[in-house]
């Protein structure tokens, strides 16, 4: 009897705990735009409960705590969440604005591709903060030229990475043939996933069969000026489930492309703060003092038709159906941390990307990268509600991205005039 009696009293301390955590969210009567396929679920409901998405029916079929926040989504479109798959991190003190940046941009993954901040301190520093506004972060160990490790070296530090809860190795270089060797062999032993710029001085057919999982800024393709070469290097780039990483913005920016006037046209004029824009034309006018307008339009003219073939080999990439992944790699004058995300898809809707595939590789396609597609990507009952809500259609013209004006992370939101306010 009396252990009857604290199993029902048990109980109903747990109910009661229960539903006073209740955080029950309904996003009602929204079209849906699920990234499993171009079809789009109109007018329905979400209901999500403790992070995860629980139901997708219409609004009535739907049973509702009472304490439930209900988000009014007439009229608007619900995707999951962008993924920044090339993203650097500034130094300490300047982190959390970047943070702040990429989710008022919508984005509810970030892959760390360099840093000037140490991270593991970082990662402890958000485990311990409930209130830190963040995308969910993808970690990175960053090798370079300097490590000359052997394969046993290697597997040590593969035991580390693992215990760290590290995602990835990121090659910045690397010393030699056979420490690229000695990397992937323990790697692909240790189930570890590594990707990064092209290791220079290895041939491409090698880094595609290595396990090596995903190529940044089309390095290793641009090289390739033979058209016969260049579609055998496609497909087995396709055959190995080699990814890509355009980072098509950072050519743009870094080589001077939209300069000089055509930058007032990029989508971060409508979202970035006055302050950062006045910024930015201070760097800019003072860049184009320092080179002088001749100089600038000279290696414009120079690197366009290098821009063009990567416009074209991206193209032919998508063509052969290979795994994509948006990144915009943001760093330079008028690129904003997140907000640069918009740029890039317009980047690659002007290279011929269709849409749907851009709005993939900024959200399933990512979420395979990691193997963890199961988890998020899609709008799927028990998948993580990391969502964005817009006012336009991003799959009828990709500048509707800029359209979103909520992000929802873990079933958490954020509306994004609120947190631009916040920079
Ligand atoms: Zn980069």
Redesign the pocket.
Known sequence: MKIRLTILLCSLIFLKVNAQNSNDLIIKDIDILTMKSSDILNNKSILIQNGKIVKIDDFKKLSINKNAKIIQGKGKYIMPGLSEM?S?LPIESKVDTLLIENVAAGVTHLRI??TKTPQLPLKERLKNSQNTISPKLHYSHIIRRDIKYTEIQFDSLMTEIKKNEINFIKLFSVASEEVFDNLMKSANKNNVIVCGHYPGGIKMEKVLKSGFKSI??LAGYEQITDEVELSKTIELTKKSGVFNCP?LD?DIMAKDLQYPDEYKNRLVYSNAPKKYLDKWEIEYNKGMEKEGIDKVLLSKEKYLPTFAYKQKILKKLSENNCLLLLGS?A?NSFQMNGFNMYEEMYNWSKAGIDNLTILKSATITPAIFFNEDKIWGTIEIGKSADLIILEKNPLEDIRNIRTVEMTIIDGKIYLKKELLSKL
């Open positions: 090339h650097h591709m360099n940044e800024h980072t950072w790699d760093g």
